[in-house]
C-alpha cells in the first residue's frame, strides 16, 4: 500500500493538430523543444524522443503534451535503443542517447535551475557523477497488469508514455537480471491458474532474495493460492498478497531486506519506499557521510528518512540521530531496524514536514541534517532553517534530491541566509530516464 501524490486530473484537450519543426534544445524531461509561430504567436512545443537539430512531424494532443509522428533526420547523437519495446514503453525515455550525453544533458538541467531559481552565477562546485550500473540496475519495479476475461490475452508490462494503456513486456533492459529471470515463469502461472483479472498491479523487488507483492482486486480461490505457492517454491522467490487493507506473505517467517554500508540489516515491507539503484544507493551513503562530515559528538538530523536507509549509517557515527518520516509504518520499521543493530541513540519521529511543526523540531539545535525528500521538496524544512537564529544553525546540511526544480527553490533559503555550496554531485539512479537525482552540501559561512 504505497502511498502516492496524486496531482488532479486535468482536463482533456480538444486540440488535436499536426505540426511541423526543428527542436533547438532538451527540455527538463528530454524533449525536443520546438519553436514555432502560430496565428502571429510565438509557441512552444516538447516533443518526445527527438534531440536538437532534428525536424519531426507531431501531433499537438494537449497543451503540454504532443505525440511524435515521423522525424526528418537524425542527430549525431542519436543511437538505437537497445530496448526492442523502446518507442512504446513510457518506462525509459533516454534510451535514444548514451549514457555519456544523458549524464551531460541532467548536470545541464540542474545548472540552470540552480541559476534561475536559486540565484547562482558561479560555477557550481561539481564532483564526478556516482556511477554504477547502466543496465540491469532497477531493484524495484511496478508492472501493470490487464486481463478483462480469462478468454482474453493477459498484458503484463508499464503503461505507455502519456498513457494508461499497458505495454506488454516479457523481458525489461533495465530490470535487475534476477527479476527478468522470473517473469516468464510469473506470466504462465497467472495465466494458466487464471488469476490475471483478479490482479491490478505486481510489484517486484530484489533485495537479498527476490519478492513479488500481488495487489489483488478479488480474493484468490485456494486452488489458486496453491499454484501461486508451488510457483513460490519452484522460482525461489517470496509471494506476498496485497488486498489494499494488509500485505500478507503466502510463506511464514520471511522477511525482506537489504543491508547497510556497515553490514546492518534494514528491513522493509513491499510497498515502503527504497532506493531503487541498489549500488548506486550505497556510494550515495558514502557520500552523505563524507559531506556531513558528522563527529562523535554530534546530534544529528535526518529527515525523510524512510526505513532509515541513511539514518543507520548515521548513527553508527555520532550521539545521537532524530529521524524523521511521514508514514507512520515506516517510522515504526525504522525504529525496530535500529533496535535490531542495538542502536539506542536513534529517535525515530512521524509527522508531516510539509507543515509548521518542522520549526519547532529544527529550534531544538542539530549540528548537521541529511535532507531526502520526495519530488515535492524540503521547502518548510529549508524556509525552517533560513529563519533560525545564526546559532542555532546546523553548520552542515545536505540534501538528497530526486527533483532539481524544488531542489534549486529550496536551495535558495539556503544560499539566501547563510549558506554556500560545497560539493554538489549528480547520483545516476535512474539511467536511461530523465529522471535526475542530486546530491547537494551546503556548509555554514562563518
Ligand atoms: C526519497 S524517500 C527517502 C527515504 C530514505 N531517506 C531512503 O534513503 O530510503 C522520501 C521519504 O520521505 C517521506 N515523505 C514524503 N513526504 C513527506 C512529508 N511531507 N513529511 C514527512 N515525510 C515525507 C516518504 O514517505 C519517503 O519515505
Known sequence: MAQFFKPKGRKKSTSNYVLTGTADALDHQGRGVVRLSKQ???????????????????????????????????????????????EDCGGCDLQH??????????????TELFAKMAGVRDELPWHETLIADDWQYRRKARLAIYQRN????????????????????????????ALNRVLDDLRSILYEAQIGPKLGHIELIKARDVHLCLRITQSLSSEQEKCLRAFSSDSQCTLWLD??????SLAEDVVCFDETIDGDRLVFMPGNF??????????????????????????????FAGIGNFTLPLARRVKSVTAVEGVSAMTTQLAANAAAADLSNVHAQTFDLSTDQVSRLLKKGFQRVLLDPARAGAEKVCQGIAQLEADKQPVQIVY????PDTLARDSRWLLDNGYEITHISLVDMF???????????????V
Request: glycine content about 4%.
Open 274 to 303: 527504497i532506493q531503487v539503484n541498489a549500488k548506486v544507493n550505497q556510494q550515495m551513503v558514502k557520500q552523505a557521510l563524507n559531506w556531513l562530515a558528522p563527529q562523535a559528538e554530534d546530534e544529528i538530523l535526518d529527515l
Open 400 to 403: 538528497v534530491s530526486c527533483s
Open 150 to 177: 480469462t478468454a482474453e490475452p493477459m498484458r503484463l508490462g508499464f503503461r505507455a508514455h502519456s498513457s494508461k494503456h499497458i505495454v506488454d513486456i516479457p523481458q525489461c533492459v533495465v530490470l535487475d537480471s
Open 40 to 86: 502571429g504567436k510565438n509557441r512552444v512545443y516538447f516533443v518526445p524522443q527527438v534531440l536538437p537539430g532534428e525536424t519531426a512531424q507531431f501531433k499537438v494532443t494537449g497543451q503540454q503534451n504532443t505525440e511524435l509522428l515521423a522525424r526528418q533526420n537524425a542527430s549525431e547523437e542519436r543511437r538505437q535503443a537497445p530496448c526492442p519495446y523502446y
Open 243 to 248: 488486498d489494499g487493507q494488509q500485505i500478507t
Open 431 to 445: 539511467v536511461q530516464t530523465h529522471h535526475i537525482e542530486t546530491m547537494v552540501s551546503f556548509k555554514k559561512v
Open 97 to 110: 542517447i548514451n549514457e555519456t550525453h544523458q549524464r551531460r544533458h541532467k548536470q545541464q538541467v540542474v
